[in-house]
């Protein structure tokens, strides 16, 4: 069994290659989001958690468990969300899942403000705390030497591509 992680910023390009993949993969691949649990207002996950960063840890843990219990029906999994890669790594060793591929899915800021507000109609995402949260996440992959496929020229065939080799 392999596991795909796709993390990344709000805009990059994780969602509309997870929807693409699981098209084309259907018979030996199960894709799970982070955001189908739902995502509470700020306030509710610093009245629960203490902070928004505690409630995304414990979320992340929370799926790696649920995924390490997953009977895989069809052989992989694809994950895609908005998590820390120190989140997911310390949440995929304690679930004791092996084979974990993490991989940032970025872009710059100009295709990530342009597909946020324009392609999502969600311009209230692109904002200045977006892009710096693209930036950390980023920089933390960048230091752990995470893979990291920008989509900010690739086309979502070529996007795909990258992310299903992973699998073959």
């Not at 009245?47 to 069809?74: C, E, H, I, N, V």
């Not at 992989?76 to 820390?84: D, K, P, S, T």
């Amino acid at each position: 069994m392999k596991l795909v992680v796709l993390i990344g910023a709000s805009g990059s390009g994780k969602t509309t290659i997870a929807d693409a993949i699981a098209a084309q993969r259907r018979q030996n691949l199960d894709v799970f989001y982070f955001d189908r649990i739902g995502v509470p207002p700020i306030e509710q996950m610093i009245a629960d958690y203490g902070s928004p960063a505690a409630w995304q840890r414990a979320k992340t843990f929370d799926w790696m468990f649920r995924l390490a219990g997953t009977s895989r029906p069809r052989g992989h999994i694809l994950f895609e969300g908005q998590m820390r890669l120190a989140f997911l790594s310390a949440a995929v060793a304690a679930a004791g899942l092996t084979g974990c591929i993490p991989v940032l899915v970025d872009c710059d800021d100009e295709t990530r403000k342009r597909r946020l507000s324009l392609d999502r109609m969600q311009p209230e995402l692109a904002d200045q705390s977006m892009m710096d949260w693209a930036r950390f996440l980023r920089d933390e992959a960048t230091s752990a030497g995470c893979e990291i496929l920008d989509t900010s020229a690739l086309s979502l065939t070529a996007s795909v591509e990258a992310i299903s080799r992973h699998f073959d």
